[in-house]
Structure formats: structure tokens, C-alpha cells
């Protein structure tokens, strides 16, 4: 593929992997072709990971690298999404940039919608979005600069008056040779024979039939996104692949009266292109077919998709979910195919597409095109679909129907429902349809429809994909859906807003409000406290910024590749490696009995093997690992390596299975205040009540990656990896290859997004990469491919949460006593800490005055879940919420009133007896109203839905009270090394890790506060074992606390030596003061340190002191459901924090604006799934949504609490990495709010389940509309479940 040549081959590693799969944009480049026809250039977006290189045989190809570098000159793409800080750590940023730069080159004046299609293939974890689209709206020709709204104050981050312009004259040009090529060298078939596939590229039709005839089993390649796939992720076999994307035939557009011949080559992009003209220019009626196809295909996937992937190809793939053939199918669309036999037409009907994967197609056929038929009067043709996220995401059901009525009347004549999702292909449901024809379309005809329909389309409870009840639903209402288009078409009976409400897709207003915090005569030079651009951003919008994966290979380097457990739970009988090692190119194959050192890690007290040696407790779980000159060798050799298992019985998946076995990772915690049980006695009502909340995978843009390089002598490791914890990972090493610490150097440059979980885990797969460099005596690589990843390196814990709240009339909350049950998966990893932390935050803000917690890490066989933003805090504070909203819903109140009544009101104890003033959390909560002006909204909200009975709006406004730093107060401390060169320059060296968090922005600006010089003199150089020793985590928000103290310690040291110097020449420059000092022999070099806050947790106690402070926020979002499909759009959302003053707006509003979005997906997105046997089937982007830039609240302002200081941090800031991830959840019950009122009109009032994440299925079930009600449900116990309800 085109992504291993650029990276491996040429060394242009600009271009990143994130998935291999064409599902997250980091790999994008430019496509430019010389189309002879039209003498024009084409340009076009595509994923390297799934071109074959051997397909752009006449294309130029554009990495990042050519568009500017900081070498040349920076391109404006590159320079304006830096400096509008949309770029974090930076891994997903070059791939933004090929997107947009493709789309400027094809339109250099944009609209905000040109740039969303441009943008929706490309995935982001870190910004959330909205700085990357505030970069690039600069281009479009009239941007709409939100209203400056704060004090008079400018809002914008980043300043617009300087931008470099856009010259399109200034451009690469294609190159003039490939002109020449195309319009003068004949056209050749040809063949790349490769180790494994021959690569055939015939240029006439007459050869490709020829081909097809020698051989019949060989696919069609065009687009790649089909077979590359299922090369990849399923090891199909391809001996010879035809390309016949030279073949004019299969492009070829021909129009008719009765409608237009598509060439079957086509990619999508181009089909778009050509319906979006003809519905332009054809009478309306006649464009039926042509809106509905063009309706889904605005769906299929990302924009780099639809540019390469072909119409012929999506209908042959015969895709289950196909978004186009339900369309085709049902618009009576033909194919021409050909063979040596000769030509034919045949429909695309139930007759063509006949199973999972599989046409009536003969092997040896070629579909040359694609008739799609213009429409007719009274004819009209719909195409709904409901997906997991709104873009970018396979349907979960998708449709075409098509109905001709008799002249004048409401007579259906023909009628055609097709349905994709529903079946092993697409479904055509012609009983329903016959039981229509020949009736009225009307209330009584449909009612009778969808009796005949549900018989007609059943589907097993065990489907594939599972959500079986809600496929089953949707079938039933977008057959409704549709039926409200047509009234709407063929009567104009329907008032808009009365029923069906379309809100625009795409507006994306915001208001950034915060106050640049300047102490008094702050000198221009001195940084702290301004929007200071992230210090590479630039290096990394140009794709210079070097990742671990992008490091040079060294002379003789090797590969490692994971081979982990395929049973949930068992022994290990035997591990047979021979075959693998006669593989060419596999030098070893590591098992837990070639560690030299320590064979286990101890977290909480409990051994955990690096590589199982006689039991295995999960699938995924790592057993021995494979080396070999390249990847491809390794993945072989780890492909044919042979474990005998004997199974163990009854592995335990659910927590409560965990539970009924007492399946705990101990301890388990308590806590209480008060008395719980006296205190139920004595109010009005009780009531108890649960919530389950899913697990999240990290889904970090760079996989985990490392680089082991043996030095050769004294026993020496260098070891480059990608890790939130360095030291960690140097310990373990040493521990596992029984050598000191001092022989292992530990090098992190930055890391492409962690959220925790780069911690535990990649110190786990670096020793084992050690074990092999040390063993072999080369350099050993091991970057995990996404799907593993996912499989090995676990993820946020899934939870169950019960709880039992007394509380009285008026709405105070007397007592409360909640339980939490986290899945930990196989081993303890920091699990125990975890629930620790979730019991310390379960009072969020509210004064519960007898409060009892219990929390247990309960024991499975999953993969072992770990640290990831939050730590715990998300799952606490949302079985809280969920708490307080049952109490407002058994009293029939808002949950704001009650939320208020029990918030802390002044200078209060926690339930740990910890002294704290809510007074900034109050400030957070009313300003969250004010601004968000919450109470016209409510009751706009309640007159909306009174008027629309499909869609309802909800809002909700969360607090959040969250504890910095860490509880175990030795992980507070952090050190520092600072040294001054002779010319001036400064090289700082700190323990954090940069992440995207902006840590070194951050420890630049404090060193030039301290420093007092500009930050152009200061470089922060890489995190290093070797620099600044035994540091703690860059975890728990408390990053910035530590390591600026101990920058700043240095720094003060350092200007305090200068002193003398300054003092014999108060107006030098800090150049000649250098000078001096170096040849007054003054050290220039200095070391800082910070002691940290000496933090505790007695358990026994159950008191203590486990925060440094608090950071306050809260948050109101609204939505809009869809009640027919459980679709959502977040309106609106207003964040207000309290971050004290902020080091730097700009990274600390990005940190908001990220965390909330990961939250929001969280809550409402993100679904880890498990089959029944415990394997994990959600490993790439395809089947796990995290949010897209389709995503984002349409209104999404942030504000930072003014006149906010915090003596107990760095300037008097405060830590906001994770906080704001929980206020996601305010989407979540917002979503809630909404299913309360379609479940108010439906006559069902009081408490009710919805399960996080709040997704479309469980969202549209809990809606309980006429249309889920008339699912029989499946009787639980007498099917397997395609995936386990997890927690
Ligand atoms: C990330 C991603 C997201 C996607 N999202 C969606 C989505 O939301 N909705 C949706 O409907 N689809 C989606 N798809 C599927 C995509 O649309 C299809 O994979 C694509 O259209 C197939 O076209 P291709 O040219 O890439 O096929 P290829 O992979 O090149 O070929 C696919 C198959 O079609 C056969 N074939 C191709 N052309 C012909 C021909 N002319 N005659 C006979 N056989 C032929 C080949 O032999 C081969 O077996 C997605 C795919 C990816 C990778
Ligand atoms: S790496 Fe190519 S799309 Fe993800
Ligand atoms: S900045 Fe986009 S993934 Fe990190």
C-alpha cells in the first residue's frame, strides 16, 4: 500500500497510521490524474492505507511534506490550523491538512459545508474539532466571526490579521512529464509481479474480458476499500488482482431520455458530482431517484473514501448495510454486465443480490454500468437510514422505498421497499409491498402494513450486529418516516415544525469568553497567562514532528509482533513455535520463560504475568511475542505459532457474574458519612434504582509504539516509546532483563494522544521488547496495529451502579447509599485505585448529609481495563446524576431544582472530612445559566415539544467538583534541569510527558517568566530517564502543577546566580549576562525540584486529604431527538469552568473543548462490544464510533470563571486535563430529558432506564414509541446474544 511505501520506502513519514482501514483520515494524501478527455487536472483526497501502489501508475501523489515545511515555507493550511490550535499531539493534524489542502485546491474559496464534507473523514481524539474547523473557516470567503461577546474583550485565540494568504498561483504544479506520458506514450496493459500477487492492469475492455475469462476467481480492484480490507483484517487470498481502472468502458457516463448509463468504475465522488448537476438541471419529478441516491451517498463513508471507492464496486461487494444497492434496487435500476459470453442487462433486484457477499454475478461477468432510470410523475422514491454516528458510520438500518400512485389519487400503483441491515443482504420486503398495492395511501393501509411488515422481516435474536429489537423497529419507522415525506410531497398537508422538525446540520456557532489574566506591568516578553501557540504546533501540521514510529530504523533492526490468547480462560498445554521459526525472516519467538529478569509487573499488590505461562484469563491476553526482519515476517510467524489450551470452565464476562462468584480484586472500599441506615427511617420516600455504564477504549490516534536499541555495551538499553510514564517503563525493563535502572534510558520526544492509557500498558509490551532486543542483540520495533491494540491494552472500566436515595418532599436528599461494580477484566492493573477514586467523588457537588459508598474492581475474564481520563470520575459522578434525576422525576421537578437544593452551599466537609469552599462552584453553576440562558430555553424546549410529537428537545445543566493531583502524595513530586548555553539559548528538561496537553508550551512560558527572556530562547527538549530521574506520571490533571514548580525552581535558581552580573550591568541583554557568568565561572546549569503536597487517604479512617484542590465547572446542553430513530443533535452547549488563572487560555480551552467531546462520546457514542465468548468485536474505527466533526454542538461556547485564583498551584492555576470529560454527560441527560417528554406523551411517567452510552438503539427504545411497542421483545435466556451486555 501507498501508506508502508511513503513511510518505510521513501521515509516520508509525514503521512501517519491510525487504522489501516480507510475509518480515520491520518493517512491522507493528494491524488492528482492528467484526464487527457478534458485536458483538466483532478484532485482528490485519498487514504495511502488503501491505495495500491501499483494503482497510481500516471498520478502524482502529495504528502504533507510537499506542501511546506519549516525548511522552505510553511503553507497556509499548515500554518492556520497551528495557529488556531488545532493541533494537540498532533498525530491526526497531517492528515486534517492533505484534507483541506485537497479542497482548496479544487475550490480555494470554500463554504463552512465544503469544509465539514472535506473534514468528515478525518478523525481527531484531543481537540474536539472546533479549533481545526476555527483554522480553516479563515478560508472560506465571508467566515462568520462569532459576536465578541466577553467585556469587550477579543475573543478569538489566535490572531487573523496575519495570516499567511492563499495563492493558489503559488502551487505545486502536476508534473509537465505525466502530461506528456498521458498524451503521448500508448497505453500498455500491465503487471507488477509481487512476492505473493500479480497485479494485472489491462487498458481495453476487450482484454479485461479476456482476463476475466483466464481468471475468474481474480477481483476487480477500483477503489480497494472492499477487497483491501478483507485482505487485511480477514488474511483473504488474492493470487492475481485486475485493475482495470485504464478501462474508458467502465467510466464512461452516457445520458437518455429515460435516464443515465453510469460507468461501474465510477468512484462515488463522481456519481455525487453527476446526480447533484442533473437535479439541477432536470425538472424535479424527474429527480426522484437521483435525490435519494444522492441523500445516502452524502453518508458513504468519509470524503477519502468516496473519492476512490467505485458504484460498481459497493454493489458487488454486496454489503449487508449497503447504503446504495436498497436504493437501486428499489428505483428499478439496471446493470449492463459483460463476459466473453457477450452483453446483458439484468435488474438490480432480490434476484441479483442474493446473500452475504455474493451476486447473481458468473465469475467471469463485469458490470460495465449502472442505468438509473429518471422518475415519473406521481412517482416518489425516499432513502432513510439510521447509523451509529451521523457520518462516516455503516448503517445500522438503511432503505430505499419507492411508491408510484395512480394519477391524481392516493392510489398506490407500484410500490418497492428495499432494506439494508436487516438480513445477510439487502432485503427486499415484497409482501408488505403487495399488501399496499392497489390501496390508498393512507393511516388504515400502513397500520396493516407494518403488521405484514414486521412478520415479513424478522430477525434473530443472535443476528450479527446484534441490536436486534431496534433494526426490527426501524424498519417499522422509516417506513413512517417516509410516509410523513410523502404527505408532506404529495398533499403539503404537513406544517413544518409539526411533525418533522429539520434542524441544519452544520452551524457551528461559538463564543469563547475568557479574560487574558495579566499581572500588572506584565513585561510583552513574559508569556504566562496568554494564548501561546502549542510549541510544535507547526512541526506537526507539517509533518515533521518526528513520532516514535517515525524514528529512522537502525542497521539490522527487527520487528515484534504480539501473539496473544484466543480462549477467555484456560491452561496452556503447550506452545509450539517450530513452524514459525522456519518462517523467512522470524529470527525468535519470545515466551514467558526467556525473561531473564522478573516475569510479572505488581500493581495494588498483585502479580501480573508479561506473558502468560501456564493459564490464560482473557482473550487478547499477551503469550509469546514473534521476531522478524519485517512486520510482514513477524505477523507470519505470530499467524502459524501453536498454543494447546485446555479450557477452564465458566469464565466470568459481566460483573454480575463476578459478583455471584465474589470474583474482587481486593480491597474493596467503604465510605460513609453520617448515618445511612437511621437516616432511611426518617424521610418521605425511598427509592432505589440502577445504571450501567460501558466501558471506553482509548483510542488514541498513535498506536502503542516502541523502539528498544541494545547499545552494545555495559548492558546498555536506550528505549524510545510512546508513554504517559517513563520512569515506569525504565524500572520495569530493568526489573524484567534483572539489570539496574541505571543501564535503561527512557526516551519520549511526544506521545499522539494517551488518556491514560499509555501508562501500565506500555510499560507491559516494552519489557517484552526488551526481553527481545536483549536476546537478540539488534533493535527491536513493536507499533501495534489498531486492531490489537484495542484487543490487548484494555480500556476505560464499565460499571454498574445501584444505588438507594431517601429524600424528602421538597427535594432535599437526606440519605443516600450507592454501590459500584467496576469490570477490572483479568488482572488488577490500577483497578483498586480507580474505585478508590470513584468513592471519593461520589458527592459531585452535593451536600448529602448521610452518604454511604461501597466500590468493588470485580474480576473477569475480559481484557484488563486501566487508567483513562477521569480515573473513575466519569463512572462516580454519572450513577450520582442518574440519582438525582430519578429523586426529580419521583417528584416530578426538574432535575436543575433538585440538583440546586442539594449542591454545597458554603465552606463544607467532604465525606472524606476534607474542608473546601463551593463558593467558585456556585459562581460556575449560575454563570452556566445565566449564559446559557437556561430558563427561556427550558421553556422554549417544553413548547417545542408540545408542538412536535417525533422529535422532543431536552436540556440539562451538571455540575462538577473535581480533586487535583494524586492521593498517594509521593506521586506529587516532579523535577526539573535547566541549562543555559553560553549564546544564551535555554534547554529545559521536566518529567511530563507531551501529550497534546501542552505541557512544554506551558513549562516554556513559565521559564520565561522566571527567566524573564522571550520564549523564542527556550527549548524544551525530550522527556529523558537520563535528563531528570524518577518522575511520576503525567496523569491525574496534575502535569502542569508539578512540573512548572520544579522549571520554575530551576529557573529561580539559575536568574539568582545571574544576578551579580545583572547587578554590575543593569542594561545588558541576557546574551551578555550569559557570557559573563560563564567567564565569572558561574554554573549555568541547575536543577529544580518540587516537593509536591503530601497528600493521604486513610481508609481505615475514612479521612483524609487526597486533593491539592478543587477544579469547579458546569455545563448545559440541550438536544434534539429524534424519537422514530433515536438520532441526536446536541443544539447547544455552554461550558463554564473555573480553572483559576489560566497559564495558557488557549491550551486550557482546548483541553475543555477535547475532554467534553470524549465525554459526549463516552455517553452517548462510544460501545465496546464482547461476543459471548469474550472476544472483543469493536477493534478499529469501522465498528467503534468515537465522535467526528459532525459531532460538535452546533452552538458550543466556553467560558473560564473570572477573578478565580488558587494559591495551591503554579500563577494560580488550576489542572483541567480531565474535569471537563464528565460534563459530556450533560448531553447524556439531556438526551434523557427528551426521552422523558416523548415518554410523558406516550402516558409513562416517573423514573426510567437508559443505560450509558445513550445511543441511537437505546435512546429510540426508551422512547417507547407505537413503533417499539409492537416489537414482541425476545425472551432473555432463550437465545445467545450476538454481544454480552457489559458491565
Ligand atoms: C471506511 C469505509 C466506510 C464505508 N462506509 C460505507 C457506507 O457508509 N455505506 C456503504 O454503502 N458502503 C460503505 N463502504 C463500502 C464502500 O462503499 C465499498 O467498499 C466500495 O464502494 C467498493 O468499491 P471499490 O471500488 O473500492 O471496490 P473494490 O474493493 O475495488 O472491489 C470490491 C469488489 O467488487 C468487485 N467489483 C468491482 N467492480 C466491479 C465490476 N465493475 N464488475 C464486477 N465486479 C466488480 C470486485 O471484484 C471486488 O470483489 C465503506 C467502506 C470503507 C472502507
Ligand atoms: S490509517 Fe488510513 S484511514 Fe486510518
Ligand atoms: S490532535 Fe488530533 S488526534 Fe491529537
Not at 15 to 25: A, L, P, R, S
Not at 398 to 406: D, E, K
Not at 596 to 601: Q, S
Amino acid at each position: 500500500m501507498l501508506l508502508s511505501y511513503l513511510r518505510d520506502r521513501l521515509r516520508l513519514t509525514g503521512t501517519k497510521y491510525g487504522c489501516g482501514g480507510g475509518g480515520c483520515g491520518a493517512c491522507t494524501v493528494m491524488v492528482s490524474r492528467y484526464q487527457p478527455g478534458t485536458k483538466t487536472i483532478l484532485h482528490y483526497s485519498a487514504n495511502a492505507c488503501l491505495l495500491p501502489v501499483c494503482q497510481l501508475q500516471g498520478a502524482a501523489v502529495t504528502t504533507v511534506e510537499g506542501i511546506g515545511s519549516t525548511k522552505t515555507r510553511v503553507h497556509p493550511v499548515q500554518e492556520r490550523i497551528a495557529r488556531a490550535h488545532g493541533s494537540q499531539c498532533g498525530f491526526c493534524t497531517p492528515g486534517m491538512v492533505m484534507s483541506m489542502y485537497t479542497l482548496l485546491r479544487n475550490t480555494p474559496q470554500p463554504t463552512m459545508e465544503d469544509i465539514r464534507e472535506a473534514l468528515g473523514g478525518n478523525l481527531c481524539r484531543c481537540t474536539g474539532y472546533r479549533p481545526i474547523v476555527d483554522g480553516f473557516r479563515t478560508f472560506c470567503s465571508s467566515f462568520y466571526c462569532p459576536a465578541c461577546v466577553f467585556q469587550g474583550l477579543p475573543p478569538q485565540l489566535f490572531d487573523q490579521g496575519d495570516l499567511l494568504p492563499l495563492d493558489p498561483t503559488q502551487e505545486l504544479i502536476f508534473p509537465p512529464e505525466l502530461i506528456l506520458m498521458a498524451q503521448t506514450e500508448p497505453q500498455m496493459s500491465q503487471r507488477f509481479i509481487g512476492e505473493n500477487i500479480v497485479w494485472i492492469s489491462p487498458v481495453s475492455l476487450d482484454e479485461l474480458i479476456q482476463l476475466k475469462a483466464d481468471h475468474p476467481q481474480a477481483p476487480l480492484v477500483i477503489g480497494n476499500t472492499n477487497i483491501g480490507p478483507d485482505i487485511k483484517f480477514k488474511g483473504a487470498l488474492h493470487p492475481i488482482i485486475i485493475s482495470p481502472t485504464r478501462v474508458q468502458e467502465l467510466f464512461a457516463v452516457t445520458r437518455t431520455a429515460q435516464g443515465v448509463y453510469i460507468g461501474a468504475g465510477c468512484s462515488l465522488s463522481v456519481v455525487k458530482a453527476l446526480l447533484e448537476g442533473l437535479v439541477q438541471e432536470l425538472p424535479e419529478e424527474k429527480t426522484e431517484i437521483y435525490r435519494a441516491l444522492l441523500q445516502q451517498l452524502g453518508n458513504v463513508g468519509g470524503q477519502q473514501i468516496r473519492n476512490v471507492a467505485s458504484i460498481g464496486g459497493n454493489i458487488v461487494s454486496a454489503y449487508p448495510n449497503s447504503d446504495l444497492n436498497p436504493v437501486l434496487a428499489a428505483g428499478s435500476c439496471k446493470l449492463s454486465v459483460v463476459s466473453k459470453g457477450g452483453r446483458k442487462e439484468i435488474l438490480l433486484n432480490k434476484d441479483f443480490l442474493v446473500g452475504f457477499g455474493k451476486t447473481s454475478l458468473k465469475p467471469d461477468e463485469i458490470v460495465l454500468s449502472v442505468f438509473i432510470p429518471v422518475s415519473r410523475k406521481w412517482e416518489f422514491m425516499g432513502a432513510l437510514r439510521q447509523a451509529p454516528r451521523k457520518e462516516n458510520a455503516l448503517a445500522t438500518v438503511t432503505s430505499g422505498i419507492r411508491v408510484m400512485f395512480t394519477e391524481g389519487s392516493s392510489v398506490v400503483k407500484e410500490l418497492s421497499i428495499c432494506y439494508g441491515g436487516v438480513g445477510p443482504c439487502t432485503v427486499s420486503a415484497s409482501r408488505t409491498c403487495a399488501a399496499i398495492i392497489g390501496r390508498p395511501w393512507n393511516e388504515q393501509t400502513l397500520s396493516e402494513a407494518y403488521t405484514v411488515l414486521l412478520d415479513e422481516i424478522s430477525l434473530s435474536p443472535s443476528h450479527p450486529g446484534g441490536k436486534v429489537d431496534f433494526r426490527r423497529s426501524l424498519t417499522l419507522s422509516l417506513l413512517f418516516k417516509f410516509n410523513l415525506q410523502i404527505l408532506h410531497k404529495l398533499w403539503e398537508m404537513v406544517r413544518t415544525g409539526s411533525l418533522l422538525v429539520q434542524i441544519p446540520l452544520w452551524t457551528v456557532l461559538y463564543v469563547i469568553g475568557y479574560h487574558k489574566r495579566l499581572v500588572n506591568g506584565q513585561s510583552v516578553d513574559d508569556q504566562v497567562g496568554r494564548p501561546v501557540m502549542h510549541h510544535s504546533a507547526i512541526s506537526q501540521a507539517t509533518g515533521e514532528a518526528v513520532y516514535c514510529d517515525d524514528i529512522p530504523k537502525t542497521d539490522g533492526e527487527l520487528h515484534l509482533v504480539l501473539v496473544t490468547s484466543t480462549r477467555p480462560h484456560a491452561k496452556i498445554r503447550g506452545i509450539d513455535v517450530t513452524e514459525a521459526l522456519q518462517v523467512p525472516g522470524v529470527v525468535d519467538v519470545i515466551t514467558s520463560k526467556d525473561i531473564p529478569g522478573k516475569k510479572f509487573r505488581t500493581f495494588t499488590g498483585v502479580d501480573e504475568e508479561l506473558l502468560a505461562e501456564n493459564e490464560v484469563s482473557c482473550v487478547g491476553q499477551m503469550v509469546c511475542a514473534v521476531i522478524a526482519d519485517t512486520r510482514e515476517q513477524a505477523k507470519r510467524g505470530a499467524a502459524v505459532v501453536k498454543i494447546h489450551y485446555e479450557d477452564l470452565p465458566e469464565p466470568v464476562f459481566t460483573v454480575e457474574e463476578a459478583m455471584e462468584k465474589k470474583s474482587y480484586f481486593q480491597p474493596q472500599r467503604t465510605i460513609e458519612r453520617g448515618n445511612v441506615t437511621q437516616a432511611f427511617e426518617e424521610v418521605d420516600q425511598v427509592y432505589e434504582g440502577e445504571i450501567r455504564l460501558g466501558g471506553q477504549e482509548h483510542f488514541y490516534m498513535e498506536t502503542q509504539s516502541m523502539v528498544v536499541v541494545p547499545s552494545g555495551e555495559d548492558r546498555e538499553l536506550r528505549v524510545y516509546l510512546s508513554c504517559q510514564h517513563p520512569t515506569y517503563a525504565q524500572e520495569s525493563i530493568a526489573e524484567t532483563l534483572g539489570i539496574p535502572s541505571n543501564r535503561v534510558s527512557c526516551h519520549v520526544k511526544r506521545v499522539g494522544g494517551a488518556f491514560g492509557g499509555k501508562v501500565t500498558k506500555t510499560s507491559a509490551i516494552a519489557c517484552i521488547t526488551s526481553v527481545a532486543a536483549w536476546r537478540s542483540g539488534r533493535a527491536v520495533r513493536c507499533v501495534l496495529e489498531r486492531g490489537e491494540d484495542m484487543l490487548i491494552t484494555g480500556a476505560r472500566h464499565p460499571v454498574l451502579g445501584r444505588y438507594k436515595v431517601g429524600f424528602m418532599n421538597d427535594g432535599k436528599i437526606i440519605a443516600a447509599d450507592l454501590h459500584y461494580y467496576a469490570n477490572s477484566g483479568n488482572t488488577a492493573d490500577e483497578s483498586v485505585l480507580v474505585v478508590e477514586k470513584v468513592l471519593l467523588h461520589l458527592d459531585n457537588a452535593y451536600n448529602v448529609p448521610n452518604l454511604r459508598g461501597h466500590s468493588v474492581a470485580c474480576k473477569t475474564n475480559l481484557p484488563s481495563n486501566t487508567a483513562f481520563r477521569g480515573f473513575g470520575v466519569p463512572q462516580s459522578m454519572l450513577v450520582t446524576e442518574n440519582m438525582i434525576n430519578d429523586v426529580a422525576m419521583k417528584l416530578g421537578r426538574n432535575a436543575e431544582e433538585i440538583r440546586e437544593i442539594n449542591m454545597y452551599k458554603e465552606v463544607s466537609l467532604t465525606h472524606y472530612k476534607f474542608q473546601f469552599d463551593p463558593k467558585n462552584l456556585l459562581r460556575c453553576w449560575d454563570e452556566c445559566k445565566e449564559k446559557s440562558d437556561y430558563d427561556s430555553r427550558r421553556q422554549a424546549a417544553g413548547e417545542f415539544n408540545q408542538k412536535n410529537r417525533w422529535k422532543k428537545r431536552g436540556l440539562a445543566v451538571i455540575p462538577i467538583k473535581y480533586g487535583i493531583a494524586f492521593s498517594e502524595g509521593f506521586l506529587n513530586q516532579a523535577a526539573s534541569l535547566v541549562h543555559i548555553y553560553k549564546d544564551g539559548s535555554v534547554l529545559v528538561s521536566h518529567g511530563g510527558t507531551e501529550m497534546g496537553q501542552g505541557i512544554h508550551t506551558k513549562m516554556q512560558q513559565v521559564a520565561s517568566r522566571e527567566l524573564h527572556i522571550p520564549t523564542s530562547f527556550i527549548h524544551i527538549t525530550e522527556t529523558s530517564t537520563s535528563a531528570v530521574p524518577n518522575t511520576c506520571p503525567s496523569a491525574a490533571s496534575f502535569g502542569t502543577d508539578a512540573n512548572g514548580m520544579a522549571v520554575k525552581n530551576a529557573c529561580e535558581t539559575l536568574y539568582r546566580r545571574l544576578e551579580p552580573v545583572r547587578k554590575q550591568n543593569p542594561t545588558g541583554t541576557w546574551e551578555s549576562w550569559v557570557k559573563k557568568a560563564f567567564l565569572q565561572k558561574i554554573s549555568l546549569s541547575a536543577t529544580g525540584y518540587y516537593r509536591g503536597h503530601d497528600l493521604y487517604m486513610d481508609w481505615e479512617k475514612q479521612e483524609g486529604q487526597p486533593y491539592a484542590y478543587f477544579t469547579y465547572g458546569a455545563c448545559c446542553s440541550e438536544v434534539e431527538v429524534d424519537c422514530l430513530s433515536g438520532d441526536y443533535r446536541t443544539v447547544r452547549t455552554d461550558i463554564v469552568t473555573d480553572i483559576g488563572r489560566s497559564i495558557n487560555p488557549s491550551v486550557d480551552i482546548g483541553q475543555i473543548e477535547g475532554s467534553f467531546i470524549q465525554g459526549l462520546g463516552l455517553y452517548t457514542m462510544e460501545e465496546l462490544q464482547f461476543s459471548p465468548s469474550g472476544v472483543l468485536l469493536t477493534r478499529g474505527p469501522s465498528q467503534y464510533k468515537i465522535p467526528a466533526i459532525c459531532d460538535i454542538p452546533l452552538q458550543f461556547n466556553v467560558y473560564l470563571l473570572s477573578d478565580s485564583d488558587n494559591p495551591h498551584a503554579i500563577y494560580s492555576s488550576k489542572g483541567i486535563g480531565e474535569p471537563v470529560l464528565f460534563l459530556g454527560s450533560s448531553v447524556f441527560f439531556a438526551i434523557k430529558d427528551a426521552v422523558a417528554a416523548a415518554r410523558a406523551e406516550a402516558g409513562m411517567d416517573g423514573p426510567f432506564t437508559l443505560d450509558s452510552p445513550a445511543t441511537p438503539e437505546r435512546t429510540c427504545l426508551a422512547c417507547n414509541t407505537d413503533f417499539t411497542q409492537k416489537i414482541p421483545p425476545s425472551r432473555p435466556g432463550s437465545f445467545k446474544p450476538w454481544a454480552l451486555n457489559i458491565p
